[in-house]
T-cell receptor, first 114, second 112 residues
């Protein structure tokens, strides 16, 4: 019974292609996130959705588009992939709002653009 | 100045000793502070959170928060080789914000 799951785990593709990463959480959480972790292990937020509504949209190229069909799912679509997009992408979720902010991460998707 | 700063290490500690990991943050209005552990090739795992000044203990782990000095630390007592990982400090920079900002992480190695 995985809490936050992502597919695929590994994704190898060529420059210029379009790809999607899917995320699902079965924790009943209201808020979901996408993070990017680069080769130096720096973890940076990209997007956040609360009950299907976009609430955080960091400075991310327009080629990245999140979609949340329902509060248990948050997908990430990337158009025209570039070499610099190679990284590990983590989905995370948390419940509610307020001072507590314990986030739970999925296993990650390692994207390699060649 | 980075919003959340950690010494990237590596930090080497002998088995059984106390490992001390430090983190500073830039926004004095920050309210919530978290420590995540990340093993190589794995996802970050929440191990401690602290909201009030002082110490918070959970097993071998103690989180310490000093809001006046904008400083949060993690102590690991009786360090074990299985504690070898990268430790990420994360902060919500101001109350009500939804965004968790991470430091660059400290790589900890426990030597048997």
């Amino acid at each position: 019974d995985t809490a936050v799951s992502q597919t695929p785990k590994y994704l190898v593709t060529q420059m210029g292609n379009d790809k999607s990463i899917k995320c699902e959480q079965n924790l009943g959480h209201d808020t979901m996130y996408w993070y990017k972790q680069d080769s130096k292990k720096f973890l940076k937020i990209m997007f956040s959705y609360n009950n299907k509504e976009l609430i955080i949209n960091e400075t991310v190229p327009n080629r990245f588009s999140p979609k949340s069909p329902d509060k248990a799912h948050l997908n990430l679509h990337i158009n025209s992939l570039e070499l610099g997009d190679s990284a590990v992408y983590f989905c995370a979720s948390r419940t509610g709002t307020g001072i507590g902010h314990e986030q739970y991460f999925g296993p990650g998707t390692r994207l390699t653009v060649t | 100045q980075k919003e959340v700063e950690q010494n990237s290490g590596p930090l080497s500690v002998p088995e059984g000793a106390i490992a001390s990991l430090n983190c500073t943050y830039s926004d004095r209005g920050s309210q919530s502070f978290f420590w995540y552990r990340q093993y190589s090739g794995k996802s970050p795992e929440l191990i401690m959170f602290i909201y009030s000044n002082g110490d918070k203990e959970d097993g071998r782990f103690t989180a310490q928060l000093n809001k006046a000095s904008q400083y949060v630390s993690l102590l690991i007592r009786d360090s074990q080789p299985s504690d070898s990982a990268t430790y990420l400090c994360a902060v919500i920079l101001r109350q009500g914000a939804q965004k968790l900002v991470f430091g660059q992480g400290t790589r900890l190695t426990i030597n048997p």
